[in-house]
């Protein structure tokens, strides 16, 4: 799991996080290569992203370790494991999407490879969750 914005907001909190699962997909895919030609399996990426605020702090009595934890966390959560439904490496919410376009208008760089999806329920949250996923050329 990796968070943007902690301990303090930034002004490109989205698009880093869009901008580095594009980078984890770049080099997953370069690492694959190589193991198909040493006829190893791939390895599998799946990714989940969302935006929120969460609560972060040290957790723990005897052993204490940082942690993000609230409703944002769960989703993301949620999001990375329905990849393995919809056979595809990110999705990310709509929540994320529209606040990376805020950031950065010009932000193409992924904006421009994902496809919106039909809102789907997510386990724990009222509403369904609107997704976009990577399009399938790239992931």
């Not at 902690?6 to 370069?30: K, V, W, Y």
């Not at 290569?33 to 990714?47: C, D």
Request: hydrophobic letters at 40%.
């Amino acid at each position: 799991m990796a968070t943007f914005g902690t301990p303090f907001a930034g002004d490109h909190d989205a698009g880093n996080a869009l901008r580095c699962a594009q980078a984890m997909i770049t080099s997953i895919d370069e690492v694959n290569r190589e193991r198909r030609a040493r006829g190893e399996p791939p390895i599998k990426l799946s990714l989940g992203l969302h935006y929120g605020q969460v609560v972060l702090g040290d957790i723990g009595l005897s052993r204490l370790e940082f942690a993000v934890i609230g409703t944002t966390v769960n989703v993301a959560s949620r999001l990375e494991s329905l990849t393995r439904e919809l056979k595809c490496a990110l999705i990310a919410s709509d929540d994320l999407v529209q606040r990376a376009r805020a950031e950065r208008p010009d932000l193409k760089i992924v904006l421009g490879t994902l496809v919106e999806q039909p809102a789907r329920s997510v386990r724990g949250i009222e509403h369904p969750v609107n997704i976009w996923t990577l399009s399938p050329a790239i992931a």
